[in-house]
């Protein structure tokens, strides 16, 4: 990595500590795409939902979420995409679940750290 001119002090030992921190930018991409899809708040709500639980159907998950049958799938349908939720087909009825491989304890403890962070200071 060519090297670029400052008008400061390099602390060397630092700067090559946070070069091996950074993750390359492919990595980067992705987990931008992840974070992307999961700032939607319908999205972000049924990943929490599910979390709680082993498995709902799309009704059930659109009844504890107040949104439509419609939202809940389609947002069902893009987590699916993505490899965060699984589902599994009994008779008519389809229910979902988190990935096996989804790190629920970091879900939640991740987004319920990052939404005390970024709460008003009325609310803290």
């Known amino acids: 990595m060519p090297e670029v001119p400052h008008d400061h002090p390099v ?10 921190s950074v993750i390359t ?31 709902l159907c799309v009704g059930d998950l659109a009844l504890a979420l107040e949104v439509t049958d419609d939202a809940a799938s389609y947002a069902l349908r893009m987590l699916r995409t993505a ?26 403890h991740c987004l319920r750290q990052l939404l005390s962070v970024a709460a008003p200071e009325d609310d803290r």
Do not use: M, N, W
């Open 11 to 20: 602390d060397l030992e630092r700067l090559e500590a946070a070069r091996q």
């Open 25 to 55: 930018s492919d990595d980067a991409g992705r987990l931008a795409g992840l974070l992307g899809l999961i700032a939607d708040p319908v999205r972000s709500r049924l990943l929490f939902a599910l979390s709680g639980v082993e498995r």
């Open 83 to 108: 490899g965060l939720v699984t589902f599994r087909k009994e008779g008519r009825v389809v229910y979902y679940s988190l990935a096996a491989s989804f790190p629920h304890p970091l879900l939640e």
